[in-house]
């Protein structure tokens, strides 16, 4: 089993920054994707940006593009979310999660995810 953890949430101005981090346990697969999703109160959770483990290959949700960037460390075994021009839109709990091979960046494709964290962007 995949464990994950996100750090780097909190509370921020509109049009500032934050970045996340998704910390994993040892990953041993050849072949794998790690994606942020996002959760609003009373919104279904959605898709922001997914990532292959070698880096080569990313997905933005529309609502992102030109505003956040997912990155990889292989060797911290950690995925980072870039976010910048942060909207009051852009409030809601975010979850990392793993999925074996790199498939639709949607939540019913992954397998394994964190605890979330509370990004609030204040107006």
């Known amino acids: 089993e995949v464990q994950l953890v996100e750090s780097g949430g909190g509370l921020v101005q509109a049009g500032g920054s934050l970045r996340l981090s998704c910390a994993a346990s040892?990953?041993?697969?050849?072949?794998?994707?790690i994606g942020w999703f996002r959760q609003a109160p009373g919104k279904e959770r959605e898709g922001v940006a997914c990532?292959?483990?070698?880096?080569?290959?990313?997905d933005y949700s529309d609502s992102v593009k030109g505003r956040f960037t997912i990155s990889i460390d292989n060797a911290k075994n950690t995925v980072y979310l870039q976010m910048n021009s942060l909207k009051s839109e852009d409030t809601a709990i975010y979850y990392c999660?793993?999925?074996?091979?790199?498939?639709?960046?949607?939540?019913?494709?992954?397998?394994?995810w964190g605890q979330g964290i509370q990004v609030t962007v204040a107006s």
């Open positions: 990532i292959s483990n070698d880096g080569g290959t990313t």
């Open positions: 999660a793993f999925d074996y091979g790199f498939g639709p960046c949607g939540v019913n494709e992954y397998d394994y």
């Open positions: 040892e990953l041993t697969y050849d072949d794998y994707a």
